[in-house]
């Protein structure tokens, strides 16, 4: 079935460090990907996304781009700030055929910045 | 625009006790909505999904059960709740169109079992 790896956590940074988070999956045909994020006490927020092989999502000054040669979607930052502390998960829609959508996510990442 | 409401934020129940979480979506029609659970220090699991009225589908067997009585209504219950049961409770629902694969989230239910 499908699966999502994230690098485990926590991850704590210096304001104005760079940041990658490491995602990969394993899913049947061609997923889309997602990067969302939950800031603390908040739903899920939809930071990034990508449909299709070689393709750059980006927001906020994150990016993160769909390489299916290695199946990874690993989400970059060049300088984080304070503010970008929160947990953020990897996910894929597989669809599959299937018309509900089901997202499967990764275990999340707990990122924090400091001053 | 779209909004997804959640109630309650915050929720504490002791054991044996019944659960009810309401979902509601607003500024859109027949949407697939979806209930997720977040264990503490985990990620998210589907819990129940439903393309329409009265329509549900359950990812996972357990001691919940999901309800879908209005269009924009979705509704998470359980007669007797578990220990297990506490976590943190996301809907959501799917947009269509250009934005068929993305899924939005409410603010979610976090709730304690005693």
């Known amino acids: 079935g499908d699966s999502v790896t994230q690098m485990e956590g926590p991850v704590t940074l210096s304001e104005e460090a760079f940041l990658t988070i490491n995602c990969t999956y394993t899913?049947?045909?061609?997923?889309?990907l997602f990067w969302y994020v939950q800031y603390p006490g908040e739903g899920l927020q939809l930071l990034l996304k990508?449909?299709?092989?070689?393709d750059k999502g980006s927001n906020k000054g994150f990016e993160a781009t769909y390489r299916k040669e290695t199946t990874s979607f690993h989400l970059e930052k060049g300088s984080v700030q304070v503010s970008d502390s929160a947990v953020y998960f990897c996910?894929?829609?597989?669809?599959?055929?299937?018309?509900?959508?089901?997202?499967?996510f990764g275990q999340g990442t707990i990122l924090t910045v400091h001053p | 625009s779209q909004t997804i409401h959640q109630w309650p934020a915050t929720l504490v129940q002791p054991v044996g006790s019944p659960l009810s979480l309401e979902c509601t979506v607003e500024?859109?029609?027949?949407?697939?909505l979806y209930w997720y659970r977040q264990a503490a220090g985990r990620g998210l699991q589907l819990l129940f999904y439903?393309?329409?009225?009265?329509?549900i589908s359950s990812e996972v067997p357990q001691n919940l059960s999901a309800s879908r009585p209005q269009d924009r209504q979705f509704i998470l219950s359980s007669k007797k709740l578990l220990l297990s049961d506490s976590g943190f409770y996301l809907c959501?629902?799917?947009?269509?169109?250009?934005?068929?694969?993305?899924?939005?989230f409410g603010a979610g239910t976090r709730l304690s079992v005693l």
């Open positions: 959501a629902w799917r947009g269509g169109g250009a934005a068929k694969n993305i899924q939005y």
């Open positions: 899913a049947t045909g061609y997923p889309s």
């Open positions: 990508a449909t299709k092989a070689d």
């Open positions: 996910a894929l829609n597989s669809g599959g055929g299937t018309s509900y959508g089901k997202l499967t």
């Open positions: 500024g859109t029609s027949n949407p697939n």
């Open positions: 439903s393309v329409g009225i009265g329509q």
